[in-house]
């Protein structure tokens, strides 16, 4: 069944620890991307990737790097976990303009 | 200004009632529209695919676009409780494969 993965669904995390959320679809998908998305907010677009090894900044400023090395796996790292990033993370992929699929969210808390 | 504006709810309705729920935007570039409805502590799942402007059916549920006026609609008809869920409204211009996204909108259906 094609679909898109997240992992972990939640992490609870302490200051300054390197982590890294898990995105793979099995759509063979070329465009992937990842949201940032608090309560009562819109969407923010993070990083995006129209293909492998091209990433791109999206719209929100973000402290998190990506990497494409496979069409179906795209990694978010953060590098050192500051409070400020506790959020709810979305991976979502596309094929063209006909809507994205999205993952279920990994739910960060940084304490 | 937003370029893309959602009135947050929460709307309560009653089951068996019709829903109509609104985005505005300022930017006349957007061709794309796209509605999502995401359920608590899950990813947005798309509902319906538009582009241009014109009307959009699909069993219960109807996308509306008047470019004119900037205006799109998503309407649900014999609305169920199963439909209690957060509503997001994105958009996207010719020539980009990313999105922006409202702040959703929260819908109860009461039975």
């Known amino acids: 069944e094609a679909d898109i993965y997240q992992t972990p669904r939640y992490l609870v995390i302490g200051t300054g620890k390197k982590i890294t959320l898990e995105c793979s679809q099995t759509m063979g998908h070329d465009k992937m991307y990842w949201y940032q998305q608090d309560p009562g907010m819109e969407l923010h677009l993070i990083h995006y990737?129209?293909?492998?090894?091209?990433?791109e900044k999206g719209d929100l400023s973000s402290e998190s790097t990506v990497s494409r090395i496979r069409t179906e796996h795209f990694p978010l790292t953060l590098e050192s976990a500051r409070p400020s990033h506790t959020s709810q993370y979305l991976c979502?992929?596309?094929?063209?303009?006909?809507?994205?699929?999205f993952g279920s969210g990994t739910r960060l808390t940084v304490v | 200004q937003k370029e893309v504006e959602q009135d947050p709810g929460p709307l309560s309705v009653p089951e068996g009632a019709i829903v109509s729920l609104n985005c505005t935007y300022s930017n006349s570039a957007f061709q794309y529209f796209m509605w999502y409805r995401q359920y608590s502590r899950k990813g947005p799942e798309l509902l319906m695919y538009?582009?241009?402007?014109g009307n959009k059916e699909d069993g219960r549920f109807t996308a509306q676009v008047d470019k004119s006026s900037k205006y799109i609609s998503l309407f649900i008809r014999d609305s169920q409780p199963s439909d209690s869920a957060t509503y997001l409204c994105?958009?996207?211009?010719?020539?980009?494969?990313?999105?922006?996204f409202g702040t959703g909108t929260r819908l109860k259906v009461l039975a």
């Open positions: 979502a992929s596309s094929w063209g303009k006909e809507g994205y699929t």
């Open positions: 994105a958009m996207s211009a010719a020539g980009t494969y990313k999105y922006i």
């Open positions: 990737s129209y293909g492998v090894n091209s990433t």
């Open positions: 538009t582009y241009s402007s």
